[in-house]
């Protein structure tokens, strides 16, 4: 479905048909982006460098804010394009857009494009599955030999993984409505941005490289879709390429700034579509599009939020996007969104919503009153919504003064654990690691943490720790590293290939927080950093193990046992920093078993080595 974003539209969310109107052109309310790029006369005014941009202009604050109207609802002729065509260097600096692909790669490809869907008789992903046609084989049989076998692609034919983000059905935060979209009818740019998320999810290198072209087409192109918008930052922000990721990085305020134009973090925006028995098959239909519309910008717009909390943990970045400002209800129960037809849909939704008294809760109501969600359970997107749970927690513990709420924000991920968490955690693993990883960001801020391993470099890692890290209590260090250790052992238990992302991320923090343990052990005097009775043996306590409370609560009580991560043959102690890098080497590598491993799994993997082979500060 084809969400279009139109900055200029009244409060109150209302549109004719299905979708948005499309973007007017400033000045030319007559006209849309479209009309001027098939025009041909989009580039003439635009500068093609950064050095020919006109020099800033000083502007009166107060001038300016005098002359905006009360409405918040702009006028006919002040709506705004999105962005247009641009060639600037700074946008492209550092992007490489070769694919690596042989001259045998790229008659392949074309190949496979000789009869596309604007052709009758197109080929079919299962006929590819098959192996080549008879035309397929005559036609490869006139390349070369050699180029031809040689190729990365020789032995590839699509297949079911390459339709990998499209396939919604195995996300946790599904936000795309498979089912009501066709990608015949769809924009070109949500088409591409679908293609080229799956294809960097390819073991295949050259597929790998040929999806992040497609990035770049795409992002390089008129994004008025909202979903290729949205998509294109995602791919961005997790490449583990650093031009890319501060693309992705400084074009998240738009979207989040069209949203919020457009109301759609309210819940006035989202009127009840609700199936009816004696609905006929059309009046039923279009309910069900209806309905699919409007759960698709609820999706969209918790999507973002997530996007950005996860960048914001990851970039250390001011957060655009508080939970407190997400008034609109919370996803409805997932059979109803993944229900491939309006007859499955009215099924779903009379067994799960239909006898539900009052509006969904907001993600801000829940969060303060965490007994709605028990309540409204059996209506909800019930992952989705504690996977939204435990990324708004991230931004209250950015405004922790450090320890002067931590008792209370205990209390609140506590709850949060047995409300959601626990009865979620065999399933769906994933919630369970960024539970952990919040947890651990409550002892210590993870932003920290990199400043101390040296990111901003010896000077202020030295800084950090006479300012804080040698401040920090041991019952925190025992705390953090506990939580740290069940991130790792977590990990363990994510799909193959899905340790990517912000769960990588969540391992690279844990791996951070052990190495920072360690680290400051070497420092403080054993008294400090152990306190177990001399008489005693040492005792050892396994971080990635399940323990019981009593065990626990000694260790971190008291540090009561050596601290260690389980591996096949001899524990790997914290105090052998090497080992413990090695473990964090091994479970990534494992999750991402033959083919190229991304861009983002071979940085964490050199960090993972760095981190093994120094230990960073000297007191």
């Known amino acids: ?325 997400l008034d609109l209800p919370l996803p409805c129960h997932r059979k109803c969104w993944d229900a491939k037809s309006a007859a499955e849909w009215k099924s779903s939704y009379f067994e799960n919503i239909r006898n539900t008294p009052e509006p969904l809760p907001s993600l801000s109501r829940s969060l303060q009153d965490m007994s709605t969600l028990s309540q409204t359970r059996s209506q909800l997107d019930f992952a989705l919504t504690g996977f939204l749970s435990v990324h708004g927690i991230f931004t209250i513990l950015r405004g922790l003064v450090f320890q002067s709420w931590q008792h209370e924000l205990q209390q609140i991920l506590e709850e949060l654990e047995m409300v959601i968490v626990e009865p979620l955690q065999s399933h769906v693993p994933e919630l369970s690691l960024i539970y952990q990883a919040v947890s651990l960001s409550l002892y210590i801020p993870l932003g920290e943490l990199e400043i101390f391993a040296g990111k901003d470099g010896l000077e202020r890692s030295n800084d950090i720790h006479d300012e804080f890290i040698k401040h920090i209590s041991p019952a925190n260090l025992w705390q953090a590293i506990w939580h740290a250790g069940q991130v790792y052992h977590i990990v363990k238990l994510i799909p193959s290939r899905a340790v990517t992302g912000f769960y990588a991320t969540c391992l690279y923090f844990a791996a951070l927080a052990l190495w920072m343990y360690s680290t400051v052990s070497t420092i403080r005097s054993p008294s400090q950093t152990n306190r177990q009775n001399d008489v005693e043996e040492p005792v050892l306590f396994l971080l990635d193990a399940e323990v019981d409370a009593i065990a626990l609560r000694r260790f971190i009580l008291s540090g009561h046992g050596t601290p260690a991560l389980g591996t096949a043959d001899d524990p790997a102690y914290l105090n052998d920093q090497a080992a413990v890098m090695r473990c964090f080497r091994e479970v990534l590598c494992s999750n991402h078993p033959g083919g190229t491993v991304h861009g983002q799994t071979r940085a964490l993997n050199n960090a993972f080595s760095a981190l093994g082979s120094f230990s960073g500060i000297n007191g």
């Not at 635009?46 to 300016?64: C, F, G, H, W």
């Not at 498979?178 to 015949?184: K, P, V």
Request: charged residues 20%; glycine residues 6%.
């Open 1 to 325: 479905m084809d969400l279009i974003a139109d900055v200029g539209m009244d409060l109150d969310g209302q549109f004719e048909g299905n979708s948005m109107p499309d973007l007017q052109v400033l000045g030319h309310p007559e006209m849309t982006m479209a009309d001027i790029i098939n025009s041909g006369n989009l580039s003439q005014d635009i500068p093609q460098s950064y050095a020919e941009l006109p020099p800033a202009m000083e502007v009166n604050v107060d001038t300016v804010q005098s002359n905006i109207p009360n409405n918040p609802g702009l006028p006919e002729d002040s709506q705004l394009p999105l962005m247009v065509f641009d060639d600037f260097d700074m946008v492209n600096r550092d992007i490489t857009m070769d694919l690596g692909l042989t001259e045998g790669d790229l008659k392949f490809l074309s190949l496979l494009n000789t009869q596309s869907t604007f052709y009758e008789n197109w080929i079919t992903t299962e006929q590819l599955s098959q192996g080549p046609q008879l035309h397929d084989v005559e036609q490869a049989q006139l390349m070369d030999s050699d180029a031809y076998h040689n190729s990365p692609l020789t032995n590839w034919t699509p297949g079911t993984d390459d339709n990998a983000y499209m396939d919604q059905e195995t996300h946790l935060d599904s936000w795309i409505h498979e089912s009501t979209m066709g990608l015949n009818e769809a924009c070109p740019e949500l088409v591409m941005a679908l293609a080229a998320a799956g294809a960097i999810l390819s073991p295949v290198e050259a597929i790998q490289k040929l999806g992040y072209a497609l990035l770049e087409i795409a992002r390089l192109h008129l994004n008025q879709k909202l979903q290729a918008y949205v998509l294109i930052l995602h791919m961005g922000l997790w490449s583990g390429h650093k031009r890319r990721i501060e693309i992705a990085e400084s074009f998240g305020q738009p979207i989040v700034t069209m949203l919020q134009r457009a109301s759609r973090f309210k819940g006035e925006a989202y009127s009840a579509v609700r199936p009816e028995e004696g609905d006929h098959s059309e009046t039923l239909e279009r309910k069900w599009h209806e309905w699919a519309e409007a759960e698709s910008y609820k999706r969209l717009v918790y999507h973002m939020f997530i996007h950005n909390i996860q960048a914001y943990v990851s970039l250390s970045i001011n957060p655009l996007i508080s939970y407190v400002e």
